[in-house]
């Protein structure tokens, strides 16, 4: 038993000293400990992340190209995590190269617009006299045979043979009789005579003669041209019955029309230079005299006059005029104003992105309210201040990447994440941030999406292609603008086969994306068109087929087409509609023939 004991203890000894000499062995000196420590926190210290500006949920720490676009990631400032608001995102230089971005100041200056206006010549209404019988009679001799004949004041115009002027004659030879005893008799029959529009002269001679005389004559009141001869020799007439219009083109008015937009910036005093087709090397010169006060209901037009002398007889009635007046917005001495290709549309929102003035690759999405345009610029009535600096080109692709990553934007203004309708390869469900880890392990890696690179650039075949879907577009729109329903339908189809056609494999990585999104609506828009069972319907989804058209070709742009982006605002219960054009000239697809001019272009797009 003694034994056993003894052997037992004899063991615990060997292995406590085994332990012991082990942990001497592998333990560190306190210089290696402190040398160890201090590696550390130099790594620690001078550990530098890497970042996509278009992802910024991906995180490496070493450089390279982006997972997901492929592009080129930047470092993280400082070397800890760049925080961006809600409505904030961020631009690598190459990205905004790409977009070819560019940005200029919010300015105040005095709002100045050219409006212009079309208009016709017309006749001064108040140098038009209408000449009508004072009695009735037959018309024995014509001496004005035609219109357009050119008359003094005092010519004849025509004789008149009048039974009621004969007997009124007799009654002022039987009051003559009377003239010192009953003088108020005596001047009845004369006023009678002269109610006849008888002249001094006339009822002078009828006197002298002392017998009645059977055939008067109808003189000119004023100098100009007989416009309308309402009489034939022979004819008998009526007393109040027209005969002849005379008016005096020596001075004319020319008539406007200006649409509800315009008239903010038109005043009375306003200079207006005006010229007409048939004197292309000559230009007129007037002043606005009067605004009507009421729109036309039909045109929804309001009239706007100018005098203009005419002595010389070169403008004539009807004729087609243009006018271009420059003006100041009236009570806007100072403004802000943008230039509207930084402004992005959508419904009754602008929206612009400012530049954050601490770095130059942050953008934040504002919402603005715009006041009356001003040629190529608006003026900002609400959400800008002067001397913030805002993106003026490519602003559409900063929106378009602030949509990918879950931000604000034009069509996601409350932010969050929006579904593109596709899933492109592994990338289903991307989180909102996902590790280096996460893509490697699940994702697409760098190596796989080599093919796929994720970039802003657009194959010119597509463009190729997509135009020939915007010429398929533009049959759609003459066929409204021409109010046939069946053609507008039959277009609509045409369209959507052209559509079909469109090789999406042209396109990579985000723009592929947006290609596929674009794809959905542009295709739910023409089923609509196509199945609307009346004018209106089809105008209405027509409507929606423009707006999805127009972020189109701002996204991916058009070869070798031009679109010409205009506005009526009459459509849609007076919120105003859209419509994609190949000619500056207003031909609106919304009311035809009815209101066929009424809208402006907003925007070119190539």
Known sequence: MKN??????????????LGGLIGWLIKP?????NELSDHQNIKSSNHQLWTCSMHPQIRQDHPGNCPICGMELVPLND?????????????????????????SLVEKTTPYKEVYLPGKVKADERQIASITSRFSGRIEKLYVSFTGQKVRKGTRL???????????????F???????????????????????????????AILQKSEPQFYFDVLAPQSGTVTDRVVTQGDYVKEGSELFKIANFGRVWVMFDAYEIDLPWIKTGDKIHLTVKSLPNEEFTSTVTFIDPVINPQTRVASIRTEINNSGGKLKPEMFATGILKAN??????????????????????????KKPEDDHIFSYREIELGPQTGDFYVVKNGLLEGEEIATNGVFKIDAAAQLQSKQSMMNPEGGKVSTGHNHGNMTDMKAEVSPEEIHEGHNSPAENSSEQMDMAVNDKFKGQFTAVFEKYLNVKDALVASDLSKAKSAGSAMSSQLEKVDMTLVKGNMHQHWMATLGKLNGS??????????????KSFMGLSDELFSAIKMFGLKGDTAYYQFCPMVNGNKGGYWLSQFKEIKNPY??????TCGETKEILK
């Open 4 to 17: 056993l004991l003894k052997n037992k203890y004899t063991i615990l000894v060997l292995t406590l000293i």
């Open 29 to 33: 000196s306190n210089q290696q400990t």
């Open 79 to 103: 070397g800890g995590e760049t925080v961006l608001g809600a409505g904030e995102i961020r631009m690598s230089n190459e990205a905004m190269k790409i977009a070819e971005v560019q940005t």
């Open 158 to 172: 025509a004789t008149i043979y009048s039974p009621d002027l004969v007997t009124a004659q007799k009654e002022l």
């Open 174 to 204: 039987e009051a003559k009789k009377f003239e010192n005893t009953n003088a108020s008799f005596y001047q009845a029959a004369l006023n009678k005579l002269k109610l006849w529009d008888l002249t001094d002269k006339q009822i002078e």
């Open 329 to 354: 917005l009236p009570g806007k001495e100072q403004a802000l104003i943008i230039p509207k290709t930084s402004i992005l549309w959508t419904g009754k929102r602008a929206v612009v992105y400012v």
């Open 526 to 539: 023409l089923t609509e068109v196509r199945q609307g069972q009346s004018l209106d319907q089809v105008r």
């Open 591 to 596: 009311f035809g023939e009815a209101m066929l």
